[in-house]
């Protein structure tokens, strides 16, 4: 019940934020809002990381990610490819140099791998909506996205509660089941759906 009530105030306390830097057609807001939560999505995966016996460089992964949404944020179609790559390169140089100097081998490169996962989702991955709110129809385009992410996540949380019985075996969350995985992915076709109806965008085949 305290989960769920959680869940609830921080969606009606960052929905409003989330609309407002839609909305307003200077993409800095927006970007500083990506920049924001992706941070935050850093330290919660490094936490829960840890209680698992893991752990990575937090203090270089951070400005290497805010140094990606910067990337999305001052150029546009995706120039200067060099410069993404240059700070994956970095990312890998610095931390295997740091590897070096480590007894526990096997844990450092678990670290290093850890942390090109989190640039590669939290970082290149997150940092392609600021492009994508750039499209023409970036706002709609989002605004789909948005809401097929959401459903998903609350599909699967409320399927799985309420019906789920057989775990996935998922280490880092031992909770999650097959029913809520299947309820999710459902929740977030159907939202999908609904949405691309709603802003009337064109590339659904149906």
């Known amino acids: 019940m305290k989960e769920t009530l959680l869940r609830i105030l921080s969606a009606v306390l960052f929905t409003p934020v989330l609309i407002l830097t839609l909305i307003l057609e200077n993409h800095l807001y927006?970007?500083?809002l990506i920049s924001i939560v992706g941070v935050l999505g850093l330290f919660e995966i490094y936490a829960m990381l840890k209680k698992k016996g893991y752990s990575f460089y937090l203090p270089l992964l951070v400005p290497l990610t805010l140094g990606v949404y910067a990337y999305y944020f001052f150029y546009s179609g995706f120039q200067k490819p060099e410069i993404l790559i240059a700070i994956i390169l970095s990312l890998i140089l610095i931390t295997s140099f740091i590897v070096v100097f480590k007894k526990d081998l096997e844990k450092s490169f678990i670290s290093l791998s850890?942390?090109?996962?989190g640039l590669i989702y939290i970082g290149l991955m997150w940092g392609t909506l600021i492009k994508i709110k750039e499209l023409d129809n970036g706002l709609k385009h989002l605004l789909?996205?948005?809401a097929m992410t959401w459903f998903c996540d609350i599909g699967a949380y409320f399927t799985g509660k309420t019906i789920g019985k057989h775990k996935m075996g998922i280490v880092t969350s031992p909770g999650k089941t097959l029913e809520g995985f299947i309820g999710g992915i459902l929740f977030s076709l159907i939202a999908g759906f609904i949405a691309v109806r709603l802003t009337?965008?064109?590339?659904y085949p149906w």
């Open 30 to 32: 927006f970007t500083l």
């Open 200 to 203: 009337h965008l064109d590339f």
């Open 144 to 146: 789909v996205l948005i």
């Open 114 to 117: 850890l942390m090109l996962m």
